[in-house]
């Protein structure tokens, strides 16, 4: 985990860095069937995380709510995240990593189940939050698992794979809630996915080779760093606008013309499986071009193709959001692969953690903020705000990371 990357990270230390990351024991490398265990909770994390989101426009006419109320089944879920995302990484520090991960995963599967019964917008906004408390403990304790379990010139290929889960899980998450007979079911079917996971880290995830650490138990180490406030606000805006751009979207083309059903919307979400693709390219990327020079290459794809779903065409606007997505998930991976050049040594596991709790915070904002540019503007305001906080992303990693 010292030199090319860490979450993508063993994919982002080049020339410098590595010569100052050089000296490491030698970590052997996990069998194959970890690969696959890591991927499997890339995928079950975030089978839940967006659960809601193609059934917004519907919770809005069941519940006789707004746009920004139904909205927090999101905001709820990421502010769970946010919440308990630095604390997962201290605990997983102090007990393990996988002990973390298998935990996590198996008691996520309550929340999920309990929010098919609920019967109010308020019930199921206390589920999603509960969901988001747990979450972090599978995908937040994954991404230190992979950068101190596998050797350093094999943490950049690890994290690509999971990554490409994270995203397979994210189109899952949101496709078959609305291809579902009901609501309801589809949390039922994402529940018993996740006790299904969590059965299977149980048997495949090897054990931590590395932990407890002796740092976990000293002082802590320094996690706000000029380096690393500015990841930390990197993976704020760079979640803030990918689930600015999908959550609004719902209502853009629930609308006329488009008139989008449901099961339609949660269609819309298949251009995640672009990034399967892209995001392993995008590891190789970092590797060469360094972390900072891909994430602003990703941001301005990804503007380009926010700014195309102001197109009327309906194939536009999908290739615009293919574009947006697809340049938010390499820039997922350059910021957390940065984590492991900016974070100190000893303190990679909180720092994973204080990260995934500003890149949720920033999904959390993105359920309620645009909202109110909705009323003022519709869908070409909300555009507006995340080609604005992307720029702003552009300038805070030009000036700020190393």
């Known amino acids: 985990m010292r030199r090319p990357e860490d979450t993508a990270d063993a994919v982002m230390v080049t020339g410098d860095a590595i010569e100052e990351l050089a000296p490491v024991a030698a970590v052997p490398s996990p069998p194959a069937s970890a690969i696959v265990a890591v991927t499997l909770a890339g995928i079950g994390a975030f089978l839940n995380l967006y659960t809601t989101q193609p059934l917004l426009p519907t919770f809005a006419a069941l519940f006789h709510a707004s746009k920004a109320a139904v909205g927090m089944t999101i905001s709820a879920a990421t502010l769970g995240v946010a919440f308990s995302a630095p604390f997962c990484g201290l605990l997983a520090e102090r007990i393990g990593r996988r002990r973390v991960i298998v935990t996590a995963t198996l008691v996520l599967a309550i929340p999920t189940m309990l929010a098919a019964t609920a019967a109010s917008l308020d019930t199921l906004i206390v589920w999603r939050l509960l969901q988001g408390i747990v979450m972090p403990g599978v995908f937040g304790v994954t991404i230190a698992y992979i950068t101190e379990e596998w050797p350093a010139g094999e943490v950049a290929r690890v994290m690509s794979v999971y990554v490409s889960g994270t995203v397979l899980g994210g189109f899952l998450g949101r496709f078959l809630p609305g291809v579902a007979p009901t609501w309801r079911w589809g949390f039922i079917v994402i ?32 996690l706000f760093g000029r380096r690393l406030l500015a990841t930390y606000i990197v993976g704020f805006n760079v979640l803030f606008s990918l689930a600015a751009t999908f959550t ?37 990327t970092i590797a060469r071009a360094g972390s900072r020079a891909t994430l602003i290459g990703a941001l301005i794809a990804s503007m380009s193709g926010v700014a195309l779903t102001l197109a009327a065409p309906l194939p536009l606007i999908v290739i615009g959001l293919t574009l947006c997505s697809s340049g938010v998930f390499v820039c997922q991976a350059a910021s957390t692969s940065y984590i492991h050049s900016a974070a100190p040594a000893g303190g990679r596991s909180a720092a994973a953690g204080m990260y995934v709790a500003a890149y949720y915070i920033g999904g959390s904002a993105a359920g309620v903020v645009p909202g109110f540019f909705w009323q003022f503007g519709g869908w070409t305001a909300c555009v507006l705000l995340v080609i604005a906080v992307q720029a702003v992303t552009i300038a805070i990693a030009a000036i700020a990371w190393k």
């Open 248 to 284: 609004y979207i719902t209502f853009h083309l629930a609308a006329p013309p488009y008139r989008m059903t449901p099961a339609h919307l949660s269609l819309l979400f298949m251009v995640y499986l672009v990034g399967l693709v892209v995001t392993p390219l995008g590891g190789l």
């Open 191 to 222: 529940g018993a996915l996740d006790l299904l996971f969590g059965v299977v880290l149980a048997q495949w995830l090897p054990p931590d080779q590395t932990n407890p650490r002796p740092e976990a138990r000293g002082p802590r180490p320094a």
